[in-house]
């Protein structure tokens, strides 16, 4: 069956990094790519970007510009998601999601960020 | 970018009401359009894909329509488990956006 299985919590101190892995399993990994979504507390979805299993393309929202990167790992199947110059406002749930060309509902846990001084 | 407006935001109904949730894309998304439920603690889940399509395992009273820019997700009769937040997505060339949510809320 399809799991993406993400890493644990974070806690960050303003202007760290945190890298975020979503491990696939279960689907040939090159075939979709994968979606990174956020949901800061008690707040919305929001979409930072996406990136082919494939060739490793991205697409990243125009407000994550310069400050996300996603990467791939196919011989281990997981995909990554940087975040860099972290603040108070990225304190979020961080989700990975299948994303083919269709929507398929296939999402991790999700991973708390934490960004405090 | 692609602009989804979702109304309302919240909504009070008691178990047994038929609940609609209406959302607005700021252009032509055509069919690309999914529901998602979500409750606290919990990844979104999928209820509807392609605007229309039941996704599998998902209890008939949920219901999906529109095309272009104008899309509904109907509860035709509330239960209990249905008490949530529900988010409308577009999905257009890999590229996401998400309505602002409605939180269903017990009248």
């Known amino acids: 069956q399809v799991q993406l299985v993400q890493s644990g919590a974070e806690v960050k101190k303003p202007g760290a990094s945190v890298k975020v892995s979503c491990k696939a399993s279960g689907y040939s990994f090159t075939t979709y790519g994968i979606s990174w979504v956020r949901q800061a507390p008690g707040q919305g979805l929001e979409w930072m970007g996406w990136?082919?299993?494939?060739?490793?393309?991205?697409k990243y929202a125009q407000r994550f510009q310069g400050r996300v990167t996603m990467t791939t790992d196919t011989s281990i199947n997981t995909a990554y998601m940087e975040l860099r110059s972290l603040r108070s406002g990225d304190t979020a749930v961080y989700y990975c999601a299948r994303a083919g060309g269709a929507v398929d509902g296939f999402w991790g846990q999700g991973t708390l960020v934490t960004v405090s001084s | 970018d692609i602009q989804m407006t979702q109304s309302p935001s919240t909504l009070s109904a008691s178990v047994g009401d038929r609940v609609t949730i209406t959302c607005r894309a700021s252009?032509?998304?055509?069919?690309?359009l999914a529901w998602f439920q979500q409750k606290p603690g919990k990844a979104p889940k999928l209820l509807i894909y392609e605007a229309s399509s039941l996704e599998s395992g998902v209890p008939s009273r949920f219901s999906g329509s529109g095309s272009g820019t104008e899309f509904t997700l109907t509860i035709s009769s509330l239960q209990p488990d249905d008490f949530a937040t529900y988010y409308c997505?577009?999905?257009?060339?890999?590229?996401?956006?998400f309505g602002q949510g409605t939180k269903v809320e017990i009248k």
């Open positions: 252009q032509s998304i055509s069919s690309w």
């Open positions: 997505q577009q999905y257009n060339t890999y590229s996401w956006t």
């Open positions: 990136i082919s299993g494939y060739n490793g393309n991205t």
